[in-house]
């Protein structure tokens, strides 16, 4: 498997493969090539487009290089599935943008080395040594992780005793480390949840229920809520890349960031949800955050007196709009990932609601619970979603929370899960 051209059809790794090349270029450059051929490397040269055919044969890749260059909005959502499939297999990814046009053989290569993945937004030349060395690295971890290891000869009778003995001490102390870890894990997860709205800002036009699911302890998920003043109500869900403890800080920060509205000396401005969003992108993309850097999220603003809501994305699942004897639909509009791209631009739209509209924000892990989209149909809505639709947003979120509790999810699956729902009164 060291072809450098790209392949036309999904081609199913049959043996340990080091390097997964991804790319929406023509070809393999002849120095990364070379380099992975010196390296006694095996690789596999992939278009970017073609990877969800191989997700059931992951464990077979050490770690996996993005070439990618003048990415559209499609691939930019494709990116970051990739990215997330990535990391909760614990695969290192090395993420390459625009080539340099220097004299030297050099690549943007994207953050440091860590565990599972780099990707941060500013980039920086390095040579084929220094991507020889992270991919070294990844591919060290990978071996490490999936416990592929060379078994010991079988010591001398007279000192298995004493290896035993130690054994006993490791797995103690390990057992305690473990304890320790988890208390902690513990501990952040209840300060994250003091980060989440403790009262709901609910009034005589609307009214609002939550759903919020960690996959583990801390979640890669935030929400949040709040009345701006008294003619408006914003609220948003936002998902950073991964889960656990990297997403979760993540998730601080982007409840910090977020900004509503500006104060002027003595009076204020509230932000259009299309501001909220790029103010949010450049201020995540100016911290050159490293690792877990990217996120998504959906902002609304509601006008409570004419009952106007205007919304924006950022790379988000669609918003659900429900109306009374309708079905339900996906609000859709565009915009990027946050993140990625310190200019990204956001839009904006606005639509008149009227009493019995219901709306629903969610992050991706909710998804399977309410569809699924088809590349023939679109997005399908499930039929345990369409039963519990009607109902008022209280119940239906009680309904949704059973839903979910109720069916069983591979553990390779389980994702952090929350749901913001709106009824107008």
């Not at 109500?233 to 950073?240: E, K, L």
Request: net charge negative.
């Amino acid at each position: 498997m060291t072809r450098a051209g790209l392949i036309s059809a999904v081609e199913v790794p049959k043996s340990f493969t080091d390097v997964l090349y991804l790319t929406n270029q023509e070809q393999m450059p002849p120095e990364i090539k070379r380099l992975f051929k010196q390296k006694k490397l095996s690789f596999l040269v992939m278009p970017i487009d073609k990877f969800f055919g191989i997700l059931n044969r992951l464990d077979l890749i050490g770690t996996v290089v993005i070439d990618i260059k003048d990415l559209d909005f499609s691939q930019q959502q494709k990116l970051a599935q990739i990215i997330k499939s990535l990391e909760m297999r614990n695969i290192g990814t090395i993420l390459l943008g625009k080539r340099m046009e220097l004299p030297v053989k050099s690549f943007v290569l994207a953050g440091p080395p860590v565990k599972s993945f780099a990707l941060v937004t500013t980039m920086e030349s390095v040579s084929t040594d220094e991507l020889w060395v992270r991919i070294g690295v990844n591919l060290a971890y990978r071996k490490r992780s999936s416990e592929i290891v060379v078994k010991p000869a079988a010591p001398p009778r007279q000192v298995q005793r004493a290896y035993s003995n130690k054994l006993a001490e490791q797995l103690r102390l390990a057992g305690a480390l473990v304890d320790n870890l988890t208390e902690q894990l513990r501990l952040a997860g209840l300060v994250q949840h003091d980060f989440l709205p403790t009262q709901l800002p609910n009034c005589d036009e609307a009214e609002w229920a939550t759903a919020f699911q960690p996959a583990e302890w801390v979640s890669g998920d935030i929400y949040d809520i709040v009345r701006i003043d008294e003619q408006h109500i914003g609220f948003y869900v936002a998902d950073a890349v991964g889960h656990a403890m990297p997403a979760a800080l993540l998730t601080i920060f982007l409840k910090q960031a977020l900004l509503m509205r500006e104060t002027i000396e003595n009076n204020y401005r509230v932000f259009s949800p299309a501001e909220v969003m790029s103010n949010l992108n450049v201020r995540m993309a100016g911290q050159k955050l490293s690792g877990y850097q990217f996120a998504t999220c959906c902002y609304c603003l509601l006008n409570i007196k004419t009952l106007q809501l205007t919304y924006a994305r950022a790379g988000h699942p669609y918003p659900i709009f429900i109306r009374p004897q309708e079905q339900p639909q996906q609000l859709e509009i565009r915009g990027s990932l946050l993140g990625i791209f310190e200019q990204a631009e956001y839009i904006q739209q606005t639509m008149q609601l009227q009493p019995g509209d219901k709306l629903l924000l969610y992050s991706d892990g909710a998804e399977p619970f309410i569809g699924s989209f088809d590349n023939l149909t679109g997005f399908n809505f499930s039929e345990e979603f369409r039963e519990i639709k009607d109902l008022p947003i209280v119940e239906m979120m009680d309904k949704f929370d059973t839903l979910v509790q109720n069916k069983e999810t591979a553990p390779s699956e389980v994702d952090d899960i929350t749901v913001v729902g709106l009824e107008i009164l």
